[in-house]
Structures are given as structure tokens and as C-alpha cells.
């Protein structure tokens, strides 16, 4: 995050800039959107704003003709929603709050807004740097440091000729923790392959039971009722009914062995019919995502941490065809497939080596299940090729010898 002071104007009034950068690779801030506050260190104000608002005024009572924007102590900040008049716009401003991932869109991943600040000071040694921020990305989890004085930004005009430069710029570094946010996992992972017929399913209440009693069964004559996929102010979820309880269930399937390939079914399933899931991404980590072949239905850019290691992918809908997670029921679900060439050297179906690692969606870790239920590989899974195609050609002699 950068806030960068033009140069004072009169009455005490300086044009800030704040730009809001999210460099999460694989984490967005979906609807309904950020919510950004701060703690003025002196009696500053907001004369007006460009791009954003504050979602109070705060006691405007000593001023007298000209009314401010806002008067609080501490200012709390939101999003434009899109469309609103041009002159109330501002650069990568009205988005509703949403801010793409970096490794997803860099271009969304940045949103941004004008302030005009009043008493706030004539130089750079008078403004003193405002404290206590804080970031909803649209819930809990985001922490942030103090603000921290860097070089000034320049500025080029609209012809491209001149630079000027800001009175002072500065920077706030926020970060998320999963722990912070939510006490429960929101997401669980299931296995099934080809050459098993256990599927293991998510461990039960694997993202808690608390919603247990609130849920909704999938033939329940609640889900034809009118405004039942409106989220609530809260944000509380309605759930399916499931043994996990978990608002998204990914499910990873081993469908077929090649000579040199083999491949994967991978399906997303929303349980919640409160929400639906804009810009979604999904990671995982797999040793052989290092020879991803082709991916049919889904985006797909490797992450490469370390250099020396490419064992990471992310996963996300194509633009406008399914990069839309709708809600819990018949359209709640997105699916692909991946084809990824073997490395000889590694390549096993023995002992859950086909399965992911690790599993995040949204930026969420998920919860995988205990490694002694993965479907294992028979070991007689040769011999029993061996009898069907013994079986196999015993029928065609015997079919032969009936025409004979």
C-alpha cells in the first residue's frame, strides 16, 4: 500500500493519494470488497474524496459554511461501486471493494483513491504520518505495520513531458493470516482414482460443526423460497448438509494411465447458498506439476517460489465461461482436466504419491484427508490384468470354437 502527499494547497489542504496493491499471488479480496481505516495522529480532516468515502462523517459541528467529508477520529474507507458519475472517479478506482490476485490479473490487483486533508500541517515536518491501520478483506485476517517513510513518488503529466514529484510518500505493508480469519478450515479435499473403488471423502467436520444445526438438507423445500442465495450483512453462510460442513469441497480424481501421460479430474463444489465465488483460484501442490501437459477447462499458471523447485500450480476459471463459482446447488460446481506427462524417475501410483500435497483455494488452506484412508493400489492390480485379459481371449477361442 502507498500514500503519497502532492504538494499543499490552500487553506491548509493537501491532495493525498492512496494506491492499494495486493501482491498475493493466489489470494484475492472478493466482494464484498476491502474496507481500509486509520487513526489521524493530530485534528486532520477530510475535505472531500475522489475514487472512495468514508462510510461515516463523524461530528462536522465546529465548522461553519463549508461542511467536510468526513470528521472522524478514525476515518473508515470504501470502495466506489462501478458506475458511478466520472467526476467521482478516480485511476483503478470503483470496483465494489474486489482486488484480483496478482498472480491472477495484475492490472485488477490495484485499486486506488484521492483525498483532500485539511489541518493537517504547511510542510513535510508538520503532517505526521497517521497510525493503527487496518484492512477487511471483506473479513478478519489482515494485519498491518506502521507506516514507513520511502522516496517520494513522481508523477508524469498527461503529455507524458513533465515529472513532478510528491511532498512525502509512504508505505503500509498489510498481511493475512488464515488463523486470524476463521478458527475452521472453508474448504475440505476428496479422492477417488481409477483403480480403486473406495473414494475417500472429507474427514467429517472438517471445517467444524458449529453451522450443523442451520443447515439446509438438498431436498429441502426452503431452497425454493425467494431471496435465499442474498448474502446477509454478516456474511453468515447457509450450508448444505454434509458430513464435512464445509463451505467448498475440492475433489481430485486419478481417471486414466497412459503409456507417457496420465490424468486428472479435478472438480470444485460450492456448498454454500449464500455465496458465490468470483475470481476464484485454486492451488496445489503435486511433485509432477513440473510436466503439466495441457489443462482443458481452467487457467493455469505455475508458481515457482524457489527456482529450483516447480512442484506448484494455480488453477482458475477462463473469463467469462467459468470464472464464476456460482451458489450451492446444480450450477455450484466448476470442473477440468489435467494432463500431465510422467516423470519416470518418480512416477508412482503406490502409497497416495498421485495425490496432492497440499490444496488452498482462495488462499485458504483446505483439509486433506488422513494419508492411511487415500485409495491405495491393489497389490495384485497386475494380476488382475493378467485374468481379464486371460478371460478375454479364453472368450474369443471359445467363441471361435463354436463356429467351428
Not at 64 to 81: A, F, M, Q, R, Y
Not at 347 to 359: D, E, L, T
Request: hydrophobic share 35%; glycine share 6%; proline share 7%.
Amino acid at each position: 500500500m502507498q500514500i503519497a502527499l502532492m504538494n499543499p494547497g490552500v487553506n491548509d489542504v493537501f491532495q493525498v493519494v492512496v494506491t492499494m496493491n495486493n501482491f498475493q499471488m493466489y489470494r484475492h479480496i472478493m466482494n464484498p470488497g476491502w474496507t481500509f481505516g486509520w487513526t489521524w495522529a493530530k485534528k486532520e480532516v477530510i475535505w472531500s474524496m475522489v475514487g472512495a468515502q468514508t462510510t461515516e462523517q463523524g461530528d462536522c459541528s465546529k465548522f461553519k459554511g463549508n461542511i467536510p467529508h468526513c470528521c472522524k477520529k478514525t476515518p473508515t474507507v470504501v470502495d466506489l461501486l462501478p458506475g458511478v458519475p466520472y467526476n467521482q472517479q478516480f485511476t483503478n478506482c470503483c470496483k465494489g471493494g474486489v482486488l484480483a490476485a496478482w498472480g491472477q490479473d495484475p492490472q485488477a490487483a490495484v485499486s486506488a483513491f484521492q483525498v483532500s486533508v485539511g489541518m493537517a500541517g504547511t510542510s513535510n515536518k508538520t503532517v505526521k504520518l497517521p497510525k493503527n491501520f487496518t484492512l477487511l478483506g471483506p473479513g478478519p485476517g489482515y494485519t498491518c505495520g506502521p507506516a514507513k517513510v520511502v522516496p517520494s513518488t513522481t508523477f508524469l503529466t498527461p503529455d507524458r513531458r513533465r515529472k513532478t514529484q510528491a511532498l512525502m510518500t509512504w508505505n503500509v505493508t498489510c498481511t493475512y493470516s488464515q488463523f486470524l480469519a476463521r478458527k475452521n478450515p472453508n474448504c475440505c479435499v476428496s479422492f477417488s482414482s481409477f483403480y480403486n473403488e473406495t473414494i475417500t471423502p472429507c474427514p467429517s467436520c472438517a471445517c467444524g460443526c458449529q453451522n450443523k444445526n442451520n443447515c439446509v438438507k438438498s431436498d429441502s423445500k426452503i431452497l425454493k423460497m425467494v431471496g435465499l442465495n442474498t448474502p446477509r450483512k454478516d456474511n453468515s453462510p447457509l450450508l448444505q448438509c454434509t458430513h464435512h460442513m464445509c463451505s467448498v469441497r475440492v475433489h481430485w480424481h486419478v481417471k486414466l494411465n497412459y503409456k507417457d501421460y496420465w490424468r486428472v479430474k479435478v472438480s470444485v463444489t460450492n456448498f454454500n447458498y449464500r455465496m458465490n465465488y468470483t475470481l476464484w483460484s485454486l492451488v496445489v501442490q503435486h511433485p509432477n506439476l513440473n510436466n503439466v501437459t495441457q489443462v482443458f477447462s481452467f487457467d493455469y499458471k505455475p508458481l515457482v517460489p524457489y527456482e529450483s523447485i516447480n512442484d506448484t500450480g494455480m488453477f482458475y476459471g477462463m473469463k467469462y465461461y467459468n470464472d464464476l463459482l456460482m451458489e450451492a446447488g446444480p450450477f455450484g460446481n466448476v470442473q477440468s482436466e489435467v494432463l500431465i506427462r510422467k516423470d519416470k524417475d518418480t512416477f508412482s501410483f503406490k502409497q497416495g504419491w498421485a495425490f496432492p500435497r497440499k490444496v488452498y483455494f482462495n488462499g485458504d488452506e483446505c483439509m486433506l484427508p488422513p494419508p492411511d484412508t487415500y485409495p491405495f493400489l491393489p497389490n495384485s492390480a497386475h494380476q488382475h490384468l493378467f485374468f481379464t485379459n486371460f478371460t478375454f481371449i479364453a472368450a474369443i477361442l471359445s467363441l471361435l470354437m463354436t463356429f467351428w
